[in-house]
Nanobody, 124 residues
Framework: QLQLVESGGGLVQAGGSLRLSCAAS????????MGWFRQVPGKEREFVSY????????EYADSVKGRFTISRDNDKNTVWLRMNSLKPEDTAVYYC?????????????????WGRGTQVTVSS
């Protein structure tokens, strides 16, 4: 079982950058595909990115491709989301999630553990 805690959110101007962190406690961090999702009030939570167990592969939503970078350090039980060239439409609560799976997926229903989220607000 994992407990996930996100940090690094905040208020930034359009074009700026933020780096979100997700610290995991519990055992077996490297057994999980780690993902980031985001949600705007009144809308469904949406996939942002995932990274596979050893960091060998990652996937991004089309809306963030080329601007966001996911990374992880299994020795530190941490996953990051570097967000560059931020846009007002990136404003959302960002959630870290863990999926104990043999096949990575962008489907949030497959993710087993979730953090409480961190707010990212991008002003125009």
């Amino acid at each position: 079982q994992l407990q996930l805690v996100e940090s690094g959110g905040g208020l930034v101007q359009a074009g700026g950058s933020l780096r979100l962190s997700c610290a995991a406690s519990g055992s077996g961090f490297s057994n999980y595909v780690m993902g980031w999702f985001r949600q705007v009030p009144g809308k469904e939570r949406e996939f942002v990115s995932y990274i596979t167990w050893m960091g060998g592969s990652s996937e991004y939503a089309d809306s963030v491709k080329g601007r966001f970078t996911i990374s992880r350090d299994n020795d530190k039980n941490t996953v990051w989301l570097r967000m560059n060239s931020l846009k007002p439409e990136d404003t959302a609560v960002y959630y870290c999630a863990a999926d104990e799976t043999l096949r990575p997926t962008t489907d949030q229903l497959e993710f087993d553990y979730w953090g409480r989220g961190t707010q990212v607000t991008v002003s125009s």
